[in-house]
């Protein structure tokens, strides 16, 4: 007999009492571990349902990701969402000013354009000692276009690439000139200190031209606009709400300590409009939201001004089109008072870099699912980027990948020579043979479906962009189709082995829409999950 039978072996001389208190001694010790066991295992069930739903948000830079985000914060902790919205006042400031400059950029351009036809055409009777593209705020340029300017804008005129320029529409240019310091101002407001690369030179999408060689048609100038990003979607807020102007109640008479000082306007100031020189000491100001607001008329007269519509759309510039577009929303946006609409906070743009963690328990006014923990995981979309999602990978309960598909006529900010539907396609097929997301849900979102009908009603022609598109109707519902069913089938092709897909046609900054899709989609997931952890 081996030596542990032989050690719980009852002893040979036993009586039938001591046998029977063994007996019942022993059933006691296995009653209790059987409860034990039973104990511990329903701590590991209960641990297992109490896994939280994760989340992971992919797709190329601007396709939606952090919105697709804010959307789950607005749906799931409306209380949270809402509190936010001044956080964003500043965001939308930046991204108006952003526009602004934009447009100043393009006239800019376009002056020294139409400088350079006059010029040109009037070398015998000026000496100009300053040949090639010249600001528009030099003196020396200015003279020339304002003194006898008839004469210059008749002649330049006469040149179908220039476009005349009201004497109202330079002064309300040089008046705005200092905008360009508000953009640097809101930035230091709005990066958190650790943050101390959260601005750089980055540049808006150009227009992809497939027949000039993927060489974007946009003028390709050295100063373009920066935009700003955040590495973490809590650090700046924390940052924000810390200074004094980001207060639910805007105090335009309190500076925030993030503020720096503003270069007086006084040289941009024209003696010739006396009537708007009293407010324009609001440059002197260190309040962002003061400073725009005394910008509002020029702005209102910028945008509304016919030859500044010309300008863009000869340089293809479609502002309408770009994020974080509130042209149309200038009384709103300027006013001292203003406090973001949910629609607002959608339609911001705040670039994400790295992978930020977004943890939250359904309120509950969200329904059945109250109380159970998400994350979210919303990573940086640029190509760099894209190496620190697959740490993210493991233990992953679903992925929304979202596809721009109005993106077929632009190029890559960080790539110019590739085309961003191009990139997403790529993308995707690389997202369904990963083989670590093999058996993850995927849930792909062709995202941006608003800006694909508005280009697509305007004339542009897809199949000129995508050629296996051939001979198909241009419209928002036959090419929205196709999209899905190419993307379908590349998952089909690509997943190592089988598995569940949903797409959905997404305007993911569209609150009715988008509500009912994340509905379905969350119900998805948190079926899935809990089949998920009944197997484990
Ligand atoms: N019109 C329209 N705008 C959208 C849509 N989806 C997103 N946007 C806007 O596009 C911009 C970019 O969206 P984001 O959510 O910041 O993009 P992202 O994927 O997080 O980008 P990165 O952080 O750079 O990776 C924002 O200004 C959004 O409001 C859409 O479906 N329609
Ligand atoms: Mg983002």
């Known amino acids: 007999m081996d030596p542990l039978t032989l050690a719980i072996a009852p002893p040979p001389d036993e009586s039938p009492e001591q046998k029977t208190r063994r007996e019942a001694e022993e059933q006691e010790a296995k009653r209790v571990s059987e409860a034990i066991d039973e104990a511990l295992k329903q701590e590991r069930l209960s641990d297992k349902k109490k896994r939280p739903v994760k989340l992971l948000l992919l797709g190329q830079s601007e396709s939606g990701k952090s919105t697709t985000l804010r959307q789950f914060q607005r749906l799931y902790t409306p209380t949270a969402f809402r509190q936010e919205r001044a956080l964003w006042r500043s965001v939308i400031q930046l991204n108006l000013t952003r526009s602004v400059r934009i447009i100043l950029d393009a006239l800019e351009a376009q002056l020294a354009q139409n400088t350079n036809y006059y010029v040109q055409s009037h070398s015998n009777a000026y000496s100009y000692n300053q040949p090639g593209p010249s600001s528009f705020h030099e003196s020396r340029t200015m003279n020339i276009m304002n003194d006898d300017n008839d004469n210059a804008n008749e002649s330049a005129s006469f040149h179908p690439a220039t476009i005349p320029f009201s004497d109202h529409l330079l002064l309300v240019m040089r008046r705005l000139l200092p905008l360009r310091h508000l953009e640097a101002l809101l930035m230091a407001k709005l990066a958190p200190p650790e943050e101390d690369e959260a601005t750089r030179l980055t540049f808006p999408p150009p227009v992809y031209d497939p027949h000039n060689g993927h060489r974007p048609s946009l003028n390709n100038r050295s100063s373009q606009p ?28 309190r500076p925030s300590s993030a503020e720096a000082t503003l270069p007086s306007a006084s040289t941009a100031n024209n003696n010739n409009n006396n009537q708007k020189a009293p407010e324009r000491d609001a440059f002197n100001s260190h309040d962002p939201t003061q400073i725009i607001h005394s910008c509002r008329e020029d702005i209102l007269d910028l945008w509304h001004e016919p030859a500044v519509r010309e300008v863009l759309r000869r340089r293809k510039v479609r502002l309408e089109e770009s994020p974080g577009f509130f042209l149309d929303d200038i009384e709103r946006v300027t006013s001292l008072k203003y406090l973001p609409s949910e629609d607002d906070v959608l339609r911001a743009r705040l670039k994400t870099v790295g992978v930020s963690e977004y943890r939250f328990e359904m309120e509950l006014s969200a329904g059945k699912e109250s109380g159970s923990e998400w994350r979210i995981y919303d990573v940086g979309g640029t190509r760099s980027q894209v190496p620190a999602w697959v740490p993210f990978f493991e233990n992953i309960d679903a992925i929304i990948f979202l596809a721009p598909i109005s993106a077929f006529d632009q190029t890559l900010v960080e790539d110019r020579t590739v085309n961003r539907l191009e990139d997403s396609v790529l993308m995707w097929k690389m997202i369904c043979q990963n083989k670590m997301l093999s058996k993850v849900d995927l849930v792909l979102f062709l995202n941006k479906c608003d800006i694909l009908g508005s280009k ?17 109707s241009n419209d928002v519902d036959t090419a929205s189709k196709y999209f899905r069913t190419k993307f379908s089938a590349i998952q089909r092709e690509y997943s190592p082995i089988p598995r569940r897909f949903y797409g959905y046609l997404t305007s993911v900054t569209d609150i009715t829409t988008t509500s009912g899709i994340l509905a379905s989609v969350r119900d998805m997931i948190v079926r899935e999950h809990l089949k998920q952890s009944r197997l484990i």
């Open 226 to 253: 920066q935009e700003l990003f955040v590495r973490s979607n809590t650090a700046w807020k924390h940052h924000l709400s810390r200074t004094a102007s980001a207060s639910t109640h805007p105090n335009p008479h």
């Open 456 to 472: 697509l009603s305007s004339g542009i022609r897809l199949a000129k962009y995508v050629r296996s598109y051939g001979e198909r």
